[in-house]
């Protein structure tokens, strides 16, 4: 199937607007860069523009405020705010997807959650304890890499538990709200150090069944528990996961897209003092880099858009189940954009020399920040490159991603 991406463009009538509130977005974050890396998280004013422009209500059904919103314009977004901060970025992209599971609740879950306006956070590694407790549940456990939880009001967390209405354990998100839940502060990281990525804390807190996201039935197709109320909402009608992992290249583009810039207008004005004091830009060494750079981000665009060719080809056709290839498959292209945007980062911060590491200069925290995504276990190369491999011969692939 052939995908008009010009129509869908068009079809997400404010898509400009949308493109300069990320860029006003990620020029704030800039601005107080340095101040970020000190405190370990964006400053609350940078979280507000966020919610000014209404990012987090974009992919919500359109009941509840969300609009239809291409997967081009969607990746633009992320790519954007990265553009000027790679950590604005990242809660940028979560605050858009963390609105998509409550519509997957029963109604009076999904309006609560919806209602409050608040944003949202999650971790998804199964690591709660859950018991039974009458027609709810009680959730104990501590969850580290819960990113922009200093902003936000409500957290899923994950835990594998026999649901009420279910014959053996599944995969869930529990979700409380901030009065319920102690932040743990350990979270001083390599890069993307203003995500506030802390760690959260709860003791026998009780979660009611409807505030359970059911992922494992979600994965396998459903929809929310009392039916598809709206048939056209695009999120119900793709591979859940597949959507909700797709930002992250876009986080990865978006950052090394902003060190290449850094990269050619450093060469322009660069003198090598040990290499005769020629300009850089007459090397041939500086040239051929720079050109292979720019081939590189054009092949990742390339695959970035290739995913959201597909991401539009399930929603048209209402596919929400991959074969084991396909998804394996997309769990490739997100590890190879994640590896090749890492080497791609520290090949310009080696090739620019001495002077890039220094913090007042920016690229380097770049660089860190790029690195840090690359390890995010969504995208992890070899984890990627082996599940493919194996769907490919026939087996099954990663358990998970």
């Given at each position: 199937?052939t ?11 404010n ?5 300069q ?11 107080y ?10 400053p ?11 990012f987090?209500?974009l ?17 633009d977004?992320?790519?954007t705010?990265?553009?000027?901060n ?6 940028t ?19 609560e ?22 027609e ?28 009420h ?61 009392d039916?598809?109320y ?18 992250f290249s ?6 090394v ?7 050619k ?13 020629t ?5 041939g060494?500086?040239?051929?880099t ?6 590189q ?45 890492a ?13 890039s ?7 380097e925290?770049f ?8 390890a ?24 998970t991603?």
């Amino acid at each position: 199937m052939t995908i008009n991406s010009l129509a869908l463009l068009e079809k997400t009538l404010n898509r400009e607007e949308l493109l300069q509130k990320a860029k006003e977005v990620g020029e704030l974050a800039e601005k107080y860069a340095d101040q970020t890396d000190f405190d370990r998280k964006l400053p609350d004013e940078v979280m507000e523009k966020v919610k000014e422009a209404g990012f987090h209500k974009l992919l919500r059904p359109k009941a509840y405020g969300g609009q239809d919103l291409d997967y081009y314009t969607f990746g633009d977004i992320i790519r954007t705010v990265a553009n000027y901060n790679v950590s604005a970025a990242w809660l940028t992209y979560f605050a858009i997807i963390h609105e998509t599971w409550p519509a997957f609740l029963d109604k009076q879950g999904r309006e609560e959650l919806f209602g409050t306006g608040e944003l949202m956070a999650d971790v998804f590694a199964p690591i709660g304890k859950v018991v039974n407790d009458g027609e709810g549940y009680r959730i104990s456990g501590t969850w580290n890499f819960c990113s922009g939880i200093p902003y936000c009001d409500w957290v899923a967390l994950g835990a594998i538990h026999q649901l009420h209405d279910g014959t053996e354990p599944e995969f869930g998100l529990f979700i409380v709200h901030k009065r319920d839940f102690e932040i743990v502060e350990n979270w001083d990281s390599l890069g993307l150090r203003g995500t506030g990525s802390n760690a959260v804390k709860l003791d026998n807190v009780y979660v009611p069944a409807n505030y359970v996201f059911p992922v494992t039935r979600v994965v396998n197709g459903a929809t929310a528990p009392d039916g598809n109320y709206e048939p056209d909402y695009q999120i119900f009608n793709v591979p859940y996961l597949a959507f909700f992992l797709a930002g992250f290249s876009h986080v990865a583009i978006g950052g090394v897209e902003r060190l290449i810039r850094n990269f050619k207008e450093k060469t322009e004005h660069r003198v090598r003092i040990f290499n005769n004091n020629t300009n850089e830009k007459n090397a041939g060494t500086a040239q051929r880099t720079l050109a292979e750079l720019n081939i590189q981000l054009t092949a990742l665009k390339a695959l970035a858009k290739d995913y959201a060719d597909r991401l539009h080809r399930y929603q048209d056709e209402g596919i929400r189940v991959l074969d084991e290839e396909e998804r394996e498959q997309l769990f490739a292209i997100r590890g190879y954009i994640a590896k090749t945007s890492a080497e791609m980062a520290t090949r310009i911060l080696i090739t620019l020399g001495g002077n890039s590491v220094y913090k007042s200069d920016g690229t380097e925290r770049f660089v860190r920040d790029i690195l840090t995504v690359a390890a995010h276990p969504t995208h992890q190369y070899e984890d990627a490159m082996a599940g493919y491999g194996s769907a490919i011969l026939g087996f099954k692939g990663h358990p998970t991603w």
